[in-house]
């Protein structure tokens, strides 16, 4: 579900490099990779970013739609924050272009709305979570796992119609197949994202370097 084949007007495409990487400066001088000081956790955050691209190479193909595939940007928001998960998935996003043999013009356009955008409506889904639903296991699975993977695809499948009739000019026809394959995208990122959730909060909660762990009582020790 991406970009990476569509010609792009040279204006959309030089301001799109130009967000992009100020956006990824403007991370960069938070200093995120100081929750990385584990070893443990940089090797968990690398292993993300490369199944992620794994999953991004895993395209479906419709013949009247554009592709679709998992995006992978909610859990790297619940295990790293959006800080780490806005350079994750600019990292992913740049080696699914390589892996896909894909034109670099439109690389940063498609990191903004298949990266960016579901990571900040992520982090903003989960910080409704935490200020506005009970502190506990259960909540925080359903909150962080499913509700925001699932609100964060489909906001990048309305943004890609958007898009789509911004460069038109116009109203757009959206393909029956797309709107099928969304809704079964939706599904798919909520019960991947979901499920790992739940595997990692009751198994490693120490990679959940987001929250403090006994907050949400995932285990009883001190955090590593």
């Known amino acids: 579900m ?19 990487a100020g956006l990824l400066a403007l991370v960069l001088l938070q200093r995120p990779f ?5 070893a443990t956790l940089q090797h968990v955050w690398l292993g993300i970013i490369v199944a ?27 295990l790293f924050d959006w800080r780490l998960a806005l350079i994750g998935t600019a990292a992913t996003t740049g080696l699914a272009a390589v892996v896909l043999e894909a034109s670099w013009l439109s690389v940063a356009v498609t990191y903004m709305l298949f990266g960016a955008l579901p990571v900040a ?4 889904l989960q910080r409704l979570s935490n200020a506005w639903l009970p502190r506990n296991l259960f909540t925080f699975i359903i909150g962080h796992g499913f509700v925001s993977s699932a609100a964060a695809v489909a906001a990048a499948c309305g943004a890609t119609v958007l898009f789509e009739m911004a460069l ?19 599904v798919g990122e909520a019960l991947f994202t ?24 995932l285990d009883r020790g001190p955090r590593v």
């Open 52 to 78: 992620v691209t794994v999953l991004w190479a895993c395209n479906a193909w419709f013949d009247d739609g554009p592709v679709i595939h998992l995006l992978g940007a909610t859990l790297m928001v619940t």
């Open 121 to 124: 409506v992520s982090t903003f």
């Open 2 to 20: 991406g970009f990476f084949y569509t010609p792009l007007p040279l204006w959309l495409t030089v301001g799109g490099w130009i967000v992009a």
């Open 34 to 38: 100081s929750r990385l000081q584990d």
């Open 168 to 186: 038109t000019g116009g109203p757009v026809t959206v393909p029956a197949a797309f709107m099928r394959g969304s809704l079964l995208l939706v």
């Open 194 to 217: 979901g499920l790992l959730t739940i595997l990692i909060s009751v198994y490693k909660p120490a990679w959940i370097t987001t929250y403090d762990v006994r907050r949400y009582r």
